[in-house]
């Protein structure tokens, strides 16, 4: 975009235009994010945890002070307040048979934080709530028949023929196999509009302290709670206003590491354990991943700080040997990092704050934006999704 000076000659406008989408891709809409109303500051956490949990136990404290000081949180959100554990209090008692009541809670909790992303989401958009043709549901936080999916339709007055599609128990990788099949769906189903709804709580994997659990301890210091929602959508109609493109998507697992983070639903609740080694892993096979997305651009002068980065943050060590095995730049990861510090690991729900984070950079770079960039996410199997990303707003 350019105008003329006083004197007619043709200068730059600092204002950025819009990149056109590519004709079939499925583009990224609008976002929109929720959170209970509990704040959990992160100095606030080891006394609140220890007194809710009735241990006194010095050594779990001085644990958990530690982890909470490395995860590099600031804020997280919860569900759990005072109010259910004073109605719950066997949810703080070692071995309680709890899934009926932890149910209880989480199937509720979840849909309301889902509702409230999809309304917010949907308002940014301005379309009517009729227009969405397909709902991609995730979570790893509830379970019932029927699933959140068809509650959250209701709700939210879809039409009773809109197309759903539910995705449960993917872990901290969901949020992006989410994106992965709204744009299979958007790009296959000409005209079609995908809200894509994530919506986790912990309440399922809340527990006292043991040490015979250490894993605990780091859920208690870096998980937090919350929902998002995007639209997606191909050939954007002059209404709407697309942020991103989906150009490329990629699903891969890593043979002979399904037991490094294992999750198993029991009486109790969800139990987790997470292998000291799951860092490497990611580390030996990031490298190879990211060049698979970056070869679909067709430009091999491409590198990795070309790019603009969204990585779900599962915690600061990934994102450090991320870093480093890639030679980023230091702000490549900012993103996600910031995702991190205000709202914990969301889970499926992390990447989408993200790439809110990535898409406010994005414009206040403006012209000097970058127009590639990859969105990853890494979870149980070990699997890795990836997204080859546009950006919409260029010079």
Not at 9 to 36: D, M, W
Not at 276 to 297: A, S, T, V, Y
């Amino acid at each position: 975009m350019s105008k003329s000076g006083m004197n007619g000659v043709e200068k730059q406008s600092s204002i950025p235009t819009r990149r056109v989408a590519n004709p079939g891709k499925a583009t990224v809409l609008a976002l929109g994010k929720a959170f209970p109303s509990q704040v959990v500051p992160q100095e606030n956490l080891v006394e609140g945890f220890l007194r809710d949990t009735k241990c006194d136990d010095a050594f779990i404290k001085e644990k958990l002070e530690h982890l909470c000081k490395t995860t590099t949180v600031k804020t997280r959100y919860t569900v759990l307040s005072r109010e259910i554990l004073d109605k719950y209090p066997e949810l703080t008692t070692e071995g309680s048979p709890t899934i009926q009541q932890r149910l209880e809670i989480a199937n509720e909790a979840v849909v309301e934080m889902a509702l409230e992303a999809s309304l917010g989401c949907i308002k940014e958009w301005g379309r009517p709530v009729e227009d969405i043709t397909h709902i991609v549901y995730v979570s790893s936080s509830e379970i019932r028949l029927p699933g959140g999916d068809l509650y959250l339709s209701a709700k939210l007055g879809l039409r009773n023929d809109v197309n759903r599609v539910m995705l449960y128990f993917l872990g901290c990788y969901g949020g992006v196999t989410g994106l992965r099949v709204a744009k299979d769906i958007a790009e296959n189903n000409p005209g079609s509009r995908v809200l894509l709804t994530t919506s986790e709580t912990t309440i399922l994997g809340f527990r006292p302290p043991n040490k015979a659990r250490p894993y605990d301890l780091v859920g208690a210091a870096l998980f937090g709670d919350g929902a998002a929602a995007v639209i997606i959508g191909a050939d954007p109609r002059e209404c709407e206003a697309p942020f991103m493109e989906l150009h490329y998507a990629v699903q891969q697992f890593l043979p002979g590491t399904q037991n490094v983070i294992d999750g198993r639903l029991t009486e109790e609740g969800i139990n987790f354990k997470l292998g000291r080694d799951l860092p490497q892993k990611i580390e030996d096979n990031i490298e190879e991943f990211c060049e698979k997305l970056m070869g679909k651009i067709g430009d091999e002068s491409m590198e990795f700080n070309d790019m603009f980065w969204a990585v779900h943050p599962g915690g600061p060590a990934i994102l450090n040997r991320l870093e480093t095995k890639l030679k980023l730049e230091k702000e490549k990861l900012d993103s996600s990092r910031r995702a991190l510090r205000d709202f914990g690991n969301v889970s499926s729900n992390t990447i989408l704050y993200v790439m809110e984070y990535v898409r406010d950079e994005l414009k206040k770079k403006g012209n000097a934006a970058q127009e590639w960039g990859l969105g990853l996410a890494f979870g149980p199997g070990i699997t890795f999704e990836g997204l080859l990303i546009r950006s919409l707003t260029s010079p």
